[in-house]
Nanobody, 123 residues
Framework: QVQLVESGGDLVQPGGSLRLSCAASGRTFSNYGMAWFRQAPGKEREIVAAVSRGGASTDYAEFVKGRFTISRDNAENTVSLQMNSLRPEDTAVYYC????????????????WGQGTQVTVSS
């Protein structure tokens, strides 16, 4: 019921910042919990951050706490991920994901996905 398109991925030096955006279609966007996942070469897809339907609650993986911030604007049907103090190990394809109802930390609970945007952190 929702289509997702990510943007904002780029090549950045260690310590730099990027802001990723996810644009969603559909008239019931506010009914969907939203999350960002990432997948590095040879690794499994992992949760990065999630935000509740109304935007009041957020959840972060331990490796991004204090560095990344997830937010949503239900009036614009968008979700953002502000990434600061980037490290080489943050290099991955970042995916926007949606599920009807509350968020979880499992990729298997999300039926709707964007096609991903590449983030590369390198000197």
């Amino acid at each position: 019921q929702v289509q997702l398109v990510e943007s904002g991925g780029d090549l950045v030096q260690p310590g730099g910042s990027l802001r990723l955006s996810c644009a969603a279609s559909g008239r019931t966007f506010s009914n969907y919990g939203m999350a960002w996942f990432r997948q590095a070469p040879g690794k499994e897809r992992e949760i990065v951050a999630a935000v509740s339907r109304g935007g009041a609650s957020t959840d972060y993986a331990e490796f991004v706490k204090g560095r990344f911030t997830i937010s949503r604007d239900n009036a614009e049907n968008t979700v953002s991920l502000q990434m600061n103090s980037l490290r080489p190990e943050d290099t991955a394809v970042y995916y926007c994901a949606a599920r009807y109802g509350a968020t979880t930390r499992s990729r298997y609970d999300y039926p709707y996905w964007g096609q991903g945007t590449q983030v590369t952190v390198s000197s």
